[in-house]
């Protein structure tokens, strides 16, 4: 399942080698016992937690709400495991820029060591960056995403997204557990503020959008061409949220239609998964299919939680202390049990310490 977003602000530079190194370090040692004590998969778990995740990132010394926490810390993990991933049972594959368009390529290389299917995994990969460049329309254009699976197949994902209008950046974490559709609310919990109108055509109130957009994409362009031009008389789109009248433009929809109808997609998923097919061909489609068939996609922000944990004033809810409680804990007993340099794991320590002082 989608297990939440967090927003944070864009930060230039990176981490200095010397840092990075012990971060690379006390990584390992974190990843290593959490396996070890908990299993491969409550390892994944924790990661697809938002408020843990930052608390890793905080343990390992990177800046608290700084943009470069999500790809640094990744790229220490991934850095950390890449010798041990057979031994550990979990592999890091993908990065930040070009880097995360090598993950399908990476997981091919190294899921068949677990017996496992490659190709699955590598469709997960592409259809959660999918949903989170093109279902979820929120000005966010994803330049990172991480994807880590262990010997049971089970996997999360890391990934975030930039608003160069906003100077803001969007993280997205997903989780294979109890994930039962791609395409209709994959949410489990969501991270971060709104910062504008959001195409979510994967919201659960869309089902009837989803399902009316993929029969116009297999429908010929010239039956579904007809149906707007009989409509274009009486547009009535609404002026609450961002729309461009060019989506759905006669001209501009033709060759999106053309090619949808070729591949004749079974279901939304499927189109989503298309080569090609991206945020504006899905826009155009969606609202075509409410001017058509009435069926209105939504606007609502997946982006409505503050924190995973809950808010100290009660907002979006009161902290839910015992999985609070229970995230501490877990990064407690890695540290103490971390087999790493004393200095690391005092500081370590300290930084966790004034974490939860921060959070109490």
Known sequence: MKTGTATLPLHGGRAPAWLFQRMVRLSRALATVVADEYGTLEFLTRLSDPF???????????DWHSSGLTTTTCGALKEALRADSE?????????KGATSRKTPQEIEAQAPEFG????????????AAKVDNAGVQDGYQLYHHTFIFDAEGNWCVVQQGMNDATGFARRYHWLSRGLEDFVSEPHAAVCGEPFGPTLNLVAVEG??????TADLARTPPEDVLHH??????DLHLPARHDTDLADVNPRRLRTVLLSTYEAQAADFEALLALPGVGAKSLRALALLAELVHGAPPSWR???????????KDGHPYPVDRATYDRSIGILEQAIRHAEIGQPERLAAFRRL???VADDS
């Not at 496992?116 to 259809?127: I, K, V």
């Not at 089902?207 to 009316?212: F, P």
């Not at 707007?228 to 008389?233: I, N, S, T």
């Open 52 to 62: 843990w995740f930052q608390a890793l990132g905080c343990v390992l010394g990177f």
């Open 87 to 95: 031994e550990l049972g979990l592999v890091v594959a993908g990065g």
């Open 116 to 127: 496992l299917d490659a190709a699955e995994l590598a469709r997960a990969s592409r259809l």
């Open 207 to 212: 089902d009837e959008n989803r399902a009316a």
């Open 228 to 233: 707007l031009q009989q409509a274009q008389g």
């Open 301 to 311: 922000d997946p982006a409505r939680y503050s924190f995973a944990h809950g808010g």
């Open 353 to 355: 310490q004034q974490i």
